[in-house]
């Protein structure tokens, strides 16, 4: 078994990041020596992420705590009465479109491991409430609504997560998925509905900043996009988006690296890269996809603080690591190297987290 691997598997379990509740924090501030908040989000992905851990290693706990955190999602954070899901939950004042979307795949990731009804079912009526609250008359989505009324909150235009935008693809996958597994060809639908926004907004989305690290928090949100076009990648009128978005997302990457660089958006080229080459939209430049991997196992922390050891640093300047360690980031990076390694098995090792 492959050592980043592990670590990061047991940084999940030992860590202290997922709370007794089951839900997960957003992240472990080093320098305050506590974590932060508990969001939705963040443990949708984390589902996603312990199944697999699983699914790679045969780890029961890993399914355990998955779980546990997609119980959280259906019986804590979900509002059967408003069909709501919440930012966090504590106060629940926000609901994102994106986060919604991400509960969604975390669910149906549940719902695959254990054949729980439970699961699919808050699933499926949160994917319908995604819809209903945050679809617009212009064919987008809100990109957040204030609880309990679920008004459009205000949108600020110095903020990608305040506006409607590509990005928002990744969470429409929920849909994709829910058609498959619920047999809707509506959600297929919405999907498809998603799909046509997002290509409208992509083109202009980067650089998007003249402040270089904003132009790298927006490549983090750029391969969102990429990475929701992946259900339709084989599809010869989508494909040249994604060999662009790679090439593009790739350059600013290498010019902005030096000054600020996200250990998720390496991780996140590294599989669009791959996804890419399996689905045969792009050949794999291995050179490119080398230096990313070297460069994303670098983030990958050691230490004797169980809280800290296997997880992943968000990011990194010159003067060093930034003080956070991050469950998504650990997320999308254990996937990414452990599809580095086997990149020559030449299929698609879908889902990604």
Not at 302 to 329: K, M, Q
Request: aromatic share 10%; net charge neutral; with cysteine.
């Amino acid at each position: 078994m492959r050592p980043h691997l592990l670590r990061a598997g047991e940084w999940f379990l030992r860590s202290g990041i997922q709370q007794p509740s089951g839900g997960v924090s957003r992240h472990y501030r080093i320098d305050l020596q506590h974590p932060h908040a508990v969001s939705t989000e963040i443990t949708g992905y984390t589902v996603n992420a312990l199944v697999f851990l699983h699914q790679a290693t045969g780890d029961e706990r890993h399914l355990d705590r998955a779980l546990a955190a997609a119980r959280f999602l259906t019986r804590t954070a979900w509002d059967a009465a408003t069909r709501s899901m919440p930012f966090e939950t504590d106060p629940a004042t926000l609901a994102y479109f994106f986060d919604g979307g991400i509960v969604v795949r975390g669910l149906i990731a549940a719902w695959r491991a254990s054949s729980s009804a439970e699961f699919l079912d808050v699933a499926a009526a949160l994917g319908r409430a995604l819809c209903k609250d945050f679809a617009t008359p212009e064919g987008d989505f809100h990109p957040v609504l204030e609880l309990p009324s679920k008004r459009p909150a205000p949108r600020d235009a110095a903020r990608w997560s305040r506006l409607p935008g590509c990005y928002q693809l990744k969470a429409a996958m929920g849909w994709a998925e829910l058609a498959e597994a619920t047999g809707d060809a509506g959600f297929r639908q919405l999907y498809q509905r998603a799909v046509e926004a997002a290509l409208r907004d992509a083109a202009s989305f980067l650089p998007g900043h003249r402040d270089r690290a904003k132009v790298m928090d927006r490549l983090h949100a750029y391969l969102y996009f990429l990475e929701g076009l992946t259900p339709l990648a084989g599809v010869a009128r989508y494909a040249p988006a994604m060999r662009l978005g790679i090439a593009s997302v790739a350059e600013l990457l290498r010019e902005i690296a030096p000054e600020f660089a996200r250990s998720d958006v390496y991780a996140q080229l590294l599989r669009i890269r791959l996804l890419a080459h399996w689905l045969g939209v792009a050949p794999l430049d291995l050179d490119a996809a080398r230096s990313e991997a070297a460069a994303l196992a670098g983030f990958q922390a050691s230490s004797p603080d169980p809280r800290i050891d296997g997880g992943f640093y968000f990011g990194r300047t010159p003067a060093g690591w930034l003080p956070y360690v991050n469950p998504v980031s650990t997320a999308f990076a254990l996937q990414a190297l452990e599809w580095w390694e086997c990149r020559h098995q030449g299929a698609c090792p879908c889902p990604l987290i």
